[in-house]
């Protein structure tokens, strides 16, 4: 049911951007089409120009009495129906040759919105859309774009837009468009929610794993509590037994009364071993931490004060840390299979054991 809610949410979001998208491609693949198919249509309607005017022209030098408008008639007959074509206007303002014949005598009804100007494809691409949304029932769809007069004589070659059949191929290129634009958003659509479907398994097995990761180090951070609480249980029997070293008894806490000078405020104070939780290193000062909370100094270095300990009460985590077991009070995973301590006294430091030595940590805890 979620995944149908998320593919659905998916599928109304793309859809909905496919198609702005595809209104804004449309209009503009539209407008690339129009200015086009008009430039084609000019550039045709210059080249029968100049071809009328160049027969016009043989002719009238051949015989000056040839029936002109006869001559243009059959040239351009039933043109009428391609994209742009020409006309035959006399000074009097009516058509003396047109490609429908019945016309002839006639005036043109369209305005010619172009006379004195240069016509081109962006122009007429303005005109094009402003003719088609003002347009009335009695107008033709064929209006003139330009005059232009023939030598010798007192004809005008009218260049006409045949805008009804732009409208028609532009339309059907619209047509075409929109098939295509389906298509491809139908095929994307498709790809997206595959797409979708693969990164939401690959994320959900990735998040399977580090949950199984992380229940396996919780198992593995858990061991390792529990075998500190059985090791500081282990050394708290220890002190209440005796050890046996040949024929001599000797009391657990006679062997821990070593003692070790340090400094507080100037002043020597001897402290005992076993009341030592933690030493560590700050910037080249060697402190020790009672298991009452009080800190002083020594002079001695790290692995000289190691050299003293018991090395079943006492871990060397790293180079500025050494903790005692039974100030340890919790053991918590850290970054890049690292663990830290939690010490009581609390310490202003993070006792981290790197990962090399996370496997000698454990052995130390006789895991």
Not at 52 to 64: M, S
């Amino acid at each position: 049911m979620k995944d149908y809610k998320f593919y659905s949410k998916i599928s109304v979001a793309y859809w909905i951007v496919f198609a702005v998208l595809s209104i804004i491609t449309l209009n503009i693949l539209l407008k690339s089409f129009t200015v086009s198919i008009l430039d084609v249509s000019l550039s045709n309607l210059k080249n029968e120009t100049t071809t009328i005017k160049r027969v016009y022209a043989k002719v009238y030098a051949l015989d000056k009495n040839f029936d002109d408008q006869l001559l243009i008639q059959n040239i351009i007959e039933d043109t009428h129906k391609q994209n742009s074509f020409i006309s035959i206007i006399n000074w009097a303002g009516n058509y003396v040759c047109y490609p429908e014949i019945f016309k002839v005598g006639e005036k043109p009804l369209a305005k010619n919105n172009f006379e004195n100007e240069k016509v081109d494809a962006s122009k007429l691409q303005d005109y094009f859309f402003s003719f088609l949304s003002n347009l009335k029932p009695t107008e033709e769809v064929t209006p003139i774009i330009a005059l232009e007069t023939i030598n010798n004589s007192d004809l005008i070659i009218a260049n006409h837009i045949n805008l009804e059949e732009i409208h028609f191929s532009i339309k059907k290129k619209r047509t075409f468009y929109i098939g295509i634009l389906s298509i491809l958003g139908l095929l994307l659509w498709l790809f997206v929610l595959w797409l979708c479907r693969y990164l939401s398994n690959y994320f959900n097995k990735q998040i399977d794993k580090k949950v199984e990761e992380l229940v396996s180090n919780s198992k593995s951070i858990e061991d390792l509590n529990s075998s500190l609480e059985k090791y500081q249980e282990n050394l708290k029997n220890i002190a209440v037994t005796e050890v046996v070293h040949g024929d001599v008894s000797v009391d657990v806490e006679e062997i821990t009364k070593e003692r070790i000078l340090t400094y507080v405020r100037n002043e020597l104070v001897p402290i005992t071993i076993s009341s030592i939780a933690y030493i560590y290193v700050e910037n080249t000062i060697t402190y020790i931490v009672t298991k009452e909370g009080k800190k002083s100094t020594t002079p001695d270095s790290l692995d000289k004060i190691y050299s003293l300990l018991d090395e079943k009460v006492y871990f060397k985590v790293n180079r500025q840390f050494i903790v005692g077991i039974s100030a340890i009070e919790k053991i918590t995973k850290y970054e890049n299979s690292k663990l830290k301590l939690q010490v009581n006294p609390t310490s202003e430091l993070d006792i981290i054991i790197g990962k090399n030595k996370v496997a000698q940590f454990k052995q130390w805890l006789d895991l």
